[in-house]
């Protein structure tokens, strides 16, 4: 059988034509861990015609370079093979369904032959395309001498002396030549999570590098399906409106040739499909709305309208888009000396308390032995105590102290191993040292390379993407060469006409905060959120839950009030982008996640409850406005 196989993929397949109809593209993974439940449930009842996966987390890159390190045949999203593929392999092939994903990390060439190895062990013929060409680290040595140099898009610093990865953002060309050219199955490396959407789109209804609209709603589509559930009721600030968490639905995207699409799930699952769901989703970890910076297009979302299209399922539409800019962005990653983290639960009374208490007497007493050893101290220390509304800092409920468990987490950062084991060492004593109550050590806490992350641009015609299909070189264009710029330049260089409020009424926010049964209620009343990370920044969408209550949010979520009411956390400038299609504002909040991903020390380093905090941030508002439910605060 496997000899049969192997002659039948060294056929040369004639390219499969695209689809006349709407096209129906479902999401079935959203990050490298993501549940197996995905590709099964899309395949057997979504109904499809494409299967795109999304796998690669900005540090997901540099962990899978470490796993090449280790095994040269390794450096890929091994689940896409051993768990998704394998599972359904079998059906896609039989139904028609083609595949995209950028399960290929830092090795798409090694995933490719592990796909390859597993068709054959199944007995399936399949036509299998790679795309490789992000790996930009041999440029590095030649950029380090560049002038101007290469400054780090957010803290301008140099670039590190020991680059780990750097993997350009490749867009959805190289995706739609590879299906152009007949591929059953694409394999990418790093390319922008939305590329294997667009794509897709591309390939299918024949858009070209110029229709910058409909490149614009394509990337918004993959943009609502690329982080799994996230679109069908995960995450949704209503989170007990939605049901069957257990078989909750993957999203699938009903796309159509203007760049519109529907969102909706399969028949039967779980979760919820809601224009407030997908709003959430929309504003997540993007910046300007009007200048999403993307290798394919500049989007301009503002004017999107998100609106109910029937049972499950919600319409987008009204995307805009202009040219790009002519630079990639590259995500490179560096190891700067080690981290650990350590954890003690206390129980009883005054659990927080004897957990501070705790906390501070490990790094008094580590601190003295590494001095006594000739070691410098920790770099950096972070302590919280999870359960008391630590990451609310000033902001925590008096209730919150009164717990009676609480969680010490520890974290610390040294230029050498040594001092971090020293400190892993003495977490356990504290069991029988000083606090009654102390237990759930855990064993004792590893030590790890503090890897962190350096975005910088690159000019596109320094990169040259490529597309292998089954041993033959695919011709592939790199997208529009304009002139490299900055982003912020890119940003700042356009300036258009903000659109009108088509659906908010001619009223004065204060006026409505001034009512007579004017009263004080948390955010959350008024309001849908979610947020997300960017390196070092986060960003929070606000959608107002009823049009016509914008006017009083804007007049009292401003960029200084949210600035004050984050400021625990956030230690750069705030910026408050409008989205009025959505009745809706991203607020841009910049040095806010401790540096982020595994550079910060947090509890929450990619600001997933910055959403959750601002939320609680009391408004004034007419008491009319209000059916009676349970106040969250």
């Known amino acids: 059988m496997k000899q049969a196989v192997e002659q039948v993929l060294d056929k040369k397949y004639a390219a499969v034509a695209p689809p006349a109809r709407a096209v129906r593209i479902g999401g079935a993974s959203g990050f490298w861990g993501d549940s197996s439940v995905g590709a099964p449930q899309l395949v057997a009842g979504g109904q499809i015609d494409f299967l795109v996966f999304d796998y690669l987390a900005e540090l997901t890159m540099s962990i899978l370079a470490g796993a090449r390190l280790k095994k040269p045949e390794l450096g890929y999203a091994t689940d896409f093979v051993t768990v998704a593929m394998r599972g359904v392999l079998h059906d896609v092939v039989a139904h028609g369904i083609r595949v995209v994903s950028n399960a290929g990390g830092v090795n798409p060439e090694g995933c490719a032959d ?89 390939y299918a209804f024949g858009w070209s590098a110029a229709d910058h609209d409909a490149l614009s709603g394509g990337s918004l589509a993959g943009h609502i399906i690329e982080c799994g559930c996230q679109a069908t009721g995960g995450l949704f600030t209503d989170w007990q409106d939605v049901p069957d968490w257990p078989h909750i639905g993957y999203p699938i995207v009903e796309c159509a040739a203007d760049g519109s699409f529907v969102v909706t799930k399969p028949p039967g699952t779980g979760g919820l499909i809601a224009p407030a769901c997908v709003a959430e989703q929309m504003l997540y970890e993007i910046h300007d709305p009007a200048a999403y910076l993307l290798p394919d297009v500049t989007c301009d979302w503002r004017d999107v309208r998100i609106e109910p299209a029937g049972a499950e399922r919600v319409r987008v539409h009204g995307a805009r888009g202009r040219a790009p800019t002519g630079s990639y962005k590259v995500s490179a990653t560096y190891a700067e000396g080690f981290r650990t983290a350590a954890q003690l639960t206390i129980v009883g009374f005054d659990a927080v308390a004897k957990a501070r208490r705790t906390g501070q007497a490990i790094l008094a007493r580590v601190g003295g032995l590494l001095a006594a050893q000739g070691l410098a101290p920790f770099s950096d220390t972070h302590l919280e105590v999870l359960g008391a509304e630590s990451c609310y800092g000033p902001l925590a409920r008096p209730g919150a102290l009164a717990t009676r468990e609480a969680v010490l987490r520890l974290t610390a950062c040294h230029a050498d191993r040594a001092a971090l084991e020293l400190l892993a060492r003495e977490i356990a004593p504290a069991g029988t040292s000083w606090s009654p109550g102390t237990t759930g050590a855990g064993g004792r806490a590893g030590v790890s390379p503090s890897i962190r992350q350096y975005a910088f641009l690159l000019d596109k015609a320094r990169v040259q993407p490529r597309v292998r299909l089954e041993g033959d070189e695919i011709s592939v264009p790199n997208g529009p060469l304009a002139p490299a710029e900055s982003a912020p330049e890119a940003i700042k260089n356009v300036v258009i006409a903000a659109p009108a409020l088509a659906d908010e009424p001619a009223t004065d926010g204060a006026d409505a905060a001034d009512a007579p049964d004017a009263i004080e209620v948390p955010l959350i009343r008024l309001a849908w959120a979610r947020s997300g990370d960017k390196g070092d920044t986060s960003n929070i969408g606000v959608i107002a839950r009823r049009p016509e209550w914008l006017p009083l949010l804007r007049a009292q979520l401003t960029e200084a009030r949210v600035a004050r009411h984050l400021a625990h956390l956030v230690e750069g400038p705030v910026t408050r982008h409008e989205v009025p299609g959505i009745h809706a504002f991203n607020f841009v909040c910049q040095r806010a996640l401790g540096g982020g991903g595994m550079a910060s020390l947090r509890n929450d380093p990619l600001g997933k409850g910055m959403a959750q905090i601002l939320l609680s941030l009391p408004v004034r508002a007419p008491a009319h406005w209000f059916t009676p439910r349970p106040e969250a605060a």
């Open 114 to 202: 592990a796909l390859r190895a597993l068709a054959a062990e199944l007995g399936v013929a399949v036509k299998i395309a790679v795309v490789t060409g992000d790996d930009v680290r041999p440029l590095i040595d030649e950029l380090r001498r560049a002038e101007p140099p290469v400054r780090e898009l957010q803290s301008g610093a140099p670039l590190p002396p020991r680059v780990l990865t750097a993997n350009a953002y490749l867009g959805a060309l190289p995706v739609k030549a590879a299906l152009d050219a007949g591929a059953q199955i694409v394999v990418t490396g790093r390319c922008v999570d939305s590329a294997v959407t667009l794509g897709v789109l591309m």
